[in-house]
């Protein structure tokens, strides 16, 4: 069973960067294209970013693109969400999980990590 472990997350400032990473083990890293998430206070997960396994084609929610970026390593078995610009609203839970398709509904999705928490002050 695919294991996803995600760090990076912490305090920063509005309009400043973070880079968080999502680990990938115990299967297949080309199995699997990667998702990430978030869940902010009092409010439903949402699906922010995914990169598909087959040509990284990648899908970003609108609050989010231009300033949100996925990435993947596949020698490192681990995908990657460049945060610049960031705002209080993207303060929340960020989670990496893996499904068979990026089109998928989040509830296809699976091996959720245990989430990092992404903080952004004014």
């Known amino acids: 069973e695919v294991q996803l472990v995600e760090s990076g997350g912490g305090l920063v400032q509005a309009g400043g960067s973070l880079r968080l990473s999502c680990a990938v083990s115990g299967g297949s890293f080309d199995d699997y294209d990667i998702g990430w998430f978030r869940q902010a206070p009092g409010k439903e997960r949402e699906g922010i970013s995914c990169?598909?396994?087959?040509?990284?084609?990648?899908y970003t929610s609108d609050s989010v693109r231009g300033r949100f970026t996925i990435s993947r390593d596949n020698a490192k078995n681990a995908v990657f969400l460049q945060m610049n610009r960031l705002k209080p609203e993207d303060t929340g839970v960020y989670y990496c999980?893996?499904?068979?398709?990026?089109?998928?509904?989040?509830?296809?999705?699976?091996?959720w990590g245990q989430g990092t928490q992404v903080t952004v002050t004014v």
């Open positions: 990169m598909s396994r087959r040509d990284d084609t990648t």
């Open positions: 999980a893996a499904a068979l398709g990026c089109h998928l509904e989040m509830s296809q999705f699976r091996s």
